[in-house]
C-alpha cells in the first residue's frame, strides 16, 4: 500500500481527476486495484508501479517498491538476514552499531546526517522508532545504517547471514572415520569428525559442505573444544574449488598444540603442488598454550567471499588476527 513516488512525493487518487486529468480510472482498469492513491501498473509498465503526482510538475511517477524475494534456508530474522537477493533486507534484529563499532542514527532523525530512508517511505521495512540495522531499499549489499558520527554517513553492520546447518553434506576424503553431525535446541550444531591431515595432497579428512557455486557468502563457527587420540587434530572453514582431492582450496584451523594456521593450495606448478602461506601466517595468541581441551573454549572463526577475494578471521577472547 506505498501511495509515494521514488522522490517521496504523495499520490492522487486514481479516481480523481485534480491536479493531474487521466485515463488510469477505475472503470476504465477494474482489474487493477486502482484502490485510493496507491502505486500501481494498470497499463504493465515495463518500468514498473507508478502513480500520478500530486504535484503540478510531470504527472506520471515511479515508485520505489521492493522485490518479493523468497526466504533463505536457516531465516530467522530476528537473529540473521538472508544474503544473495534478499541483501539482509528481511533481517529485524536489534543490532544498532556498524561493524566499526559507530553506533546508528534513527531512522526517523535528520541529525546528524539528512536521508530519504524516512520509516513513512518504508512502512514494511522495520524502522519504526529504532535505529537498528537495516537494508530498506535493497540498494546496498546487506545490513547497514546512518551513524551518530557527523564525519561518518553510513556503515555495514556485522549481521550474520542465514544459513541451515541440516542442508549441509558429510563429505569424506582420504582415509577418515567417525563423521557425525547433530541439531542443538538453539539451531547450534555439534561436528564431530576423526581425520588425518588437510594440508598435504591426500586430503585426508571429513568436512560438512554446502555448494555456493559463484555467489559470496559469510559464515561464521564457533569451536566449543578440540579433543582427539592423535597429535594433529584440526578444526576449522575451508574454501574449496571442487570435491575432487587435487582441488585448489584456502583454510582456517586451529590446533590442538595451539596455534592458528592459514594455508592455501594454488595448484600445481612444474608438476609439483604450490603451498603458500604455511604456518608463516600462523599465530599463538595470547593466553593460548600447548594441548586441549580447555585451551579452546569461545574461539571464533569467520570466512567471508565477496567477489574473487576471500577473507578470514580468527578470534579467542581479546586476541585476533585476519588473513
Not at 586451529?254 to 608463516?280: C, D, P, T, V, Y
Request: charged letters at 25%; hydrophobic letters at 25%; one cysteine or more.
Amino acid at each position: 500500500k506505498k501511495s509515494t513516488t521514488k522522490g517521496h512525493n504523495d499520490c492522487q487518487r486514481w479516481d480523481s481527476q485534480f491536479p493531474h486529468k487521466h485515463d488510469f480510472t477505475p472503470e476504465n482498469y477494474p482489474d487493477a486495484g486502482l484502490e485510493e492513491n496507491f502505486c500501481r501498473n494498470p497499463d504493465g509498465s515495463k518500468s514498473g508501479p507508478f502513480c500520478l503526482s500530486v504535484l503540478n510538475a510531470q504527472a506520471i511517477q515511479y515508485c520505489s517498491i521492493p522485490k518479493c524475494v523468497p526466504k533463505c534456508d536457516g531465516s530467522n530474522p530476528e537473529e540473521c538476514g538472508c544474503l544473495d537477493e534478499n541483501k539482509q533486507s528481511d533481517y529485524r534484529g536489534t543490532i544498532g552499531v556498524t561493524e566499526d563499532g559507530i553506533e546508528c542514527q534513527r531512522w526517523d532523525s535528520q541529525v546528524p546526517h539528512v536521508h530519504n530512508h524516512d520509516p513513512k517511505y518504508y512502512p514494511e521495512s522495520g524502522l519504526e522508532d529504532n535505529n537498528f540495522c537495516r537494508n530498506p531499499s535493497m540498494e546496498k549489499k546487506r545490513a547497514w545504517c546512518y551513524t551518530t558520527d557527523p564525519d561518518v554517513e553510513w556503515g555495514y553492520c556485522d549481521v550474520q547471514p542465514c544459513w541451515d546447518s541440516s542442508k549441509m553434506t558429510l563429505t569424506t576424503i582420504g582415509s577418515v572415520a567417525g563423521s557425525s553431525i547433530s541439531e542443538l535446541p538453539d539451531g547450534s550444531s555439534i561436528i564431530t569428525t576423526n581425520s588425518e591431515d588437510i594440508s598435504r595432497v591426500s586430503d585426508g579428512f571429513s568436512f560438512f559442505h554446502s555448494t555456493q557455486g559463484a555467489g559470496n557468502f559469510d559464515v561464521s563457527i564457533k569451536i566449543d573444544s578440540l579433543t582427539s587420540e592423535q597429535g594433529w587434530a584440526r578444526s576449522g572453514l575451508m574454501i574449496r574449488e571442487t570435491l575432487d582431492p587435487i582441488s585448489r582450496f584456502e583454510f582456517l584451523v586451529f590446533s590442538e598444540l595451539g596455534w592458528i594456521q592459514h594455508e592455501r593450495r594454488l595448484g600445481r606448478i612444474e608438476g609439483e603442488w604450490a603451498f603458500s602461506s604455511n604456518k608463516g601466517s600462523s599465530f599463538s595468541p595470547e593466553g593460548f598454550e600447548s594441548f586441549y581441551p580447555e585451551l579452546f573454549e569461545n574461539v571464533e572463526m569467520h570466512m567471508k567471499k565477496v567477489g574473487n577475494s576471500v577473507a578470514f578471521y580468527a578470534r579467542r577472547d581479546d586476541s585476533h588476527k585476519s588473513w
